[in-house]
């Protein structure tokens, strides 16, 4: 009897111990699964920091080349105005013919000079009149927005009030027929 008991929990335990390991090895296999997943997504975010940073310097590079070849664009600018300033060729040719005086000269110089910077001028001022009209108008139209929204309250507080007086009223006259 006592062998018999005890093959008897033997059994059980077999058959507990093959129960629960299914349980138990499913959990295993989706827990390796999880991990799995994880070392994927683990995986990806590096590819992706990886991807980013080379996608940063290479931005970087184009900024530098841009502003390298910018600044040796205007260099090249600056240069070239001085050389013909130098040269005299900024004001009309720099040749003069032998029959012009020194003051013709002076005063065909300064008219060159002031029909280039007036026409500079003119434009400079056009962009800046532009640019405030433009500025005029948002500010208007933020002065006029604030303007007609403190109306609006005024005018809702007093219609509220005269909507509340014309009830008082109202009801004061009902009590009153009825009575």
Not at 68 to 94: H, N, P, V, W, Y
């Amino acid at each position: 009897s006592e062998m018999e008991s005890l093959e008897h929990q033997c059994r059980r335990l077999a058959t507990s111990t093959s129960a629960e390991s299914a349980p138990t090895e499913s959990l295993l296999g989706q827990m390796q699964d999880v991990q799995l997943d994880f070392q994927r997504l683990s995986q990806d975010l590096r590819d992706e920091r990886n991807e980013r940073c080379r996608s940063l310097a290479d931005v970087n590079r184009l900024v530098e080349s841009v502003a390298m070849s910018t600044s040796a664009t205007i260099q090249d600018a600056e240069q070239r105005l001085s050389t013909q300033i130098s040269k005299g060729g900024f004001f009309g040719g720099g040749s003069t013919s032998p029959g012009l005086h020194r003051q013709d000269l002076d005063v065909s110089v300064s008219g060159d000079v002031r029909s280039s910077l007036g026409s500079g001028f003119a434009k400079m001022v056009g962009e800046m009149d532009a640019e405030l009209r433009v500025e005029m108008n948002a500010r208007l139209r933020l002065m006029t927005a604030d303007v007609r929204s403190d109306i609006l309250k005024d005018v809702s507080v007093r219609i509220a009030t005269a909507e509340a007086r014309c009830g008082a009223i109202e009801a004061d006259l009902n009590a009153k027929f009825h009575s």
